[in-house]
């Protein structure tokens, strides 16, 4: 039997089986040890219609909370709060990474629950050592359940990091599953591939290079740069388009005679220079032959060798650069050219290399690649134009 207690002096009243007063602190005292009190189910539309809620009305949300699920919810302060004791972290998962550079990449994550309460912060964040919280770097990218994408700077070049995706809600902060990455190594200006390892080679100017095993040879993965060759003698720098043309004599250039700015792309070489006596690579290093350089483009695949040795990204060649992942580490760079005359062509575009192989006695023998084909190609051209130049070691 249900009984109805009250006090009217007070305007109390009791609803219980006992016959008990109601507690003096409560308006409305409910005792029970069999059943529990109901209160007026709604759905989410219901609840959102009712007129002028009063603050600390109560209704259970149907489909308020968790994938759906009801909560019991409060009218307070102008919004409608989901009540639990049982709120959980939101769940969200992790992109994976890409757009990798020297200092920025790209990921994001899915929310994709709130875990009961309105999620109101998501992003990313990352650090060099596991399980990256927020209290590390991180992005902010907007509130909410979904999928987002996140663009991060300020990393450090040839560095490993870990990232999670976050999001935060009333009942803390959910972390997705870790990634890792590595950003690109900026060496003299230049992505080498971060996940291989290079040596090192200096030339007689003492400029240092990095170099790469492939296959069975080792190379030069930069462009060389000496003015000098091997035995100290200076190889002639030639900027007048008159003499240039007329050279049968070894000779270089810097594309548009500006070694500060192009310095990295190494400097311009007649195919004398690359062929005299005195050596224009290092000691324990030479010029390829024209085979040498097929031994690397055939073990690469010829129709995808230049897609495996170009540079990444857009830093030196231009967009699109076409099949570029550098999963070989050559780094091939688009240095570009020197005419008959001395002007300058190609540069970002093409790259043009040397090899000590003859063609006929006005021409040498020539590799090339192009910002947007995967093909490496091999050609003949005059022996005063100014090509780039890359050493293999002595085997």
Known sequence: MI??????????????TDGSSPDGSAMLDVKSKSKGLLPPRMTRAEVNAIVNPADGLIVYCTDCGQAGTGALSMFIAGSWIRLATSFMEPTVTTTAVSSV??????????????????????????????????????????????????????????????????????????????????????????????????????DIDGNLYQTITIGNQTWMAENLKTTRYRNGDPIPNITDGTSWQGLTTGAYVW???????????????????????????????????????????????????SGKMKETGTTHWTTPNTGATNES???????????????????????????SSEFSSTEGVNRYMNYNLSRAYRSANNKVIGFSVRCVRDE
């Open 3 to 16: 009984l109805l207690t009250s006090n009217f002096a007070f305007s109390q009243m009791g609803i219980n």
């Open 101 to 202: 550079t020297q200092a920025s990449a790209k990921s994001g994550g899915n929310v994709t629950s709130d875990g009961g309460a309105t999620v109101t912060s998501r992003g990313v964040c990352w650090g060099t050592s596991s399980n990256p919280t927020i209290t590390s770097s991180k992005t902010t990218d907007g509130a909410g359940n979904g999928s987002f994408i996140s663009n991060f700077l300020g990393l450090n070049a040839n560095t490993a990091y870990y990232l999670r995706a976050y999001a935060t809600n009333s009942a803390g902060t959910g972390y997705g599953n870790q990634v890792t990455f590595k950003t690109l190594a900026n060496v003299n200006g230049v992505n080498f591939n971060p996940d291989l390892t290079y040596g090192t080679i200096n």
């Open 255 to 305: 594309y548009n005679n500006n070694q500060e700015t192009y310095k990295s792309t190494g400097a311009l070489y007649n195919w004398y220079a690359v062929t005299d006596v005195r050596n224009l690579a290092p000691a324990g290093w030479h010029v390829p032959t024209d085979a040498e350089w097929s031994t690397l483009t055939t073990l690469l695949g010829e129709s995808v060798a």
């Open 329 to 355: 580490g050559f780094t091939a760079l688009p240095g570009g050219y020197s005419n008959y005359n001395c002007t300058f062509s190609d540069l970002g575009t093409y790259g043009w290399w040397w090899t």
